[in-house]
């Protein structure tokens, strides 16, 4: 992955949604990452968490009743004021989705009760086959658990990006798999799930053996603050999602550093994450890192 100095982008940020997968295994909190195509136009072969681009049928009424809750009763939950109710509740679409797309994992029910594994798969091979995701949804009378998606953080992708030539402005959601249900690639835009706790994740980045970007970074650092899923999805559901707008900031050709809400050269001064995490990080060696890097961490 190669950092890309010179770009500015003028053009406005994609509306987009992601879901930071979790469960709880034996070594503590685990989080879902899924490698990107490496032909991917957007961070080819990084190591992201399901998500993508709000389309436009994402807010189609008929969509919409297939929500488990009024579309004004979302609303609240991003906190962000300016958006219109069907537009927050387009993105609780799209974040359900976009994961389903890419992991197979379906955050709805059917009559109230949890969806069974057998169904997840067929409706799986379904979209694959072309079928619409609101078709999907009636033709198995399907309502979507919104309940299960907590918004997390929000960030905005700087007007000089640092990995890749668009900006969206991505609105993460945790959310714990569904008992029952697992994840699988769509062998498409995604072609590998792993599984991993946050320090595993960021040691094997260090260690060059996964690529990731820097709002994966430092959520794998925030998500280290956890002991298991329901402390983390408390804690979400307990704030109103930070919004992150990184600060480029070049010290150096080969030192670029971007920062976050909390940092001395970020305008924002509250900090978006716990203490704990660094309000900034640094590209070294071909890799962004905390200043200190990353030893402090997870050794």
């Excluded at 991993?196 to 280290?224: C, E, F, G, N, W």
Aim: a negative charge; proline letters at 9%.
């Amino acid at each position: 992955m190669e950092l890309n100095h010179d770009i500015v982008i003028d053009t406005p940020p994609h509306d987009a949604a992601s879901v930071v997968m979790l469960r709880d295994g034996g070594d503590g909190l685990e989080v879902l990452l899924m490698r990107r195509h490496a032909d991917s136009s957007v961070l080819g072969g990084a190591y992201v968490f399901p998500g993508g681009k709000v389309d436009r049928a994402d807010s189609a009424p008929d969509l919409l009743t297939r929500l488990d809750r009024d579309p004004a009763d979302l609303h609240p939950q991003l906190g962000e004021t300016e958006l219109a109710a069907a537009a927050a509740a387009a993105l609780f679409v799209a974040a359900a989705r976009e994961a389903f797309e890419e992991s197979g994992v379906l955050y709805a029910r059917r009559a109230g009760q949890p969806l069974a594994a057998q169904a997840q798969h067929a409706g799986f091979d379904a979209l694959r086959q072309g079928q619409p995701f609101g078709q999907l949804l009636a033709r198995h009378g399907l309502q979507l658990d919104t309940h299960d998606l907590a918004p997390w953080s929000r960030w905005i992708t700087p007007r000089r990006p640092s990995l890749m030539n668009r900006r969206f402005d991505t609105r993460f959601f945790l959310a714990a798999v569904p008992q029952g249900q697992a994840a699988r690639c769509d062998d498409f835009e995604l072609t590998e799930a792993r599984w991993l706790t946050p320090r595993a994740a960021l040691r094997q980045y260090r260690d060059y053996a996964i690529d990731l970007a820097p709002p994966q970074i430092v959520s794998l650092l925030h998500l280290m603050q956890y002991r298991d899923v329901a402390q983390a999805m408390t804690d979400a559901r307990s704030r109103r999602p930070p919004l992150i707008e990184p600060k480029p900031v070049d010290e150096t050709a080969e030192a670029r550093v971007l920062c976050y809400p909390g940092d001395p050269e970020h305008p924002v001064r509250s900090h978006a994450f716990p203490t704990a995490v660094p309000t900034r990080v640094i590209w070294r060696n071909k890799r962004f890192e905390p200043p200190q890097g990353f030893a402090a961490f997870i050794d």
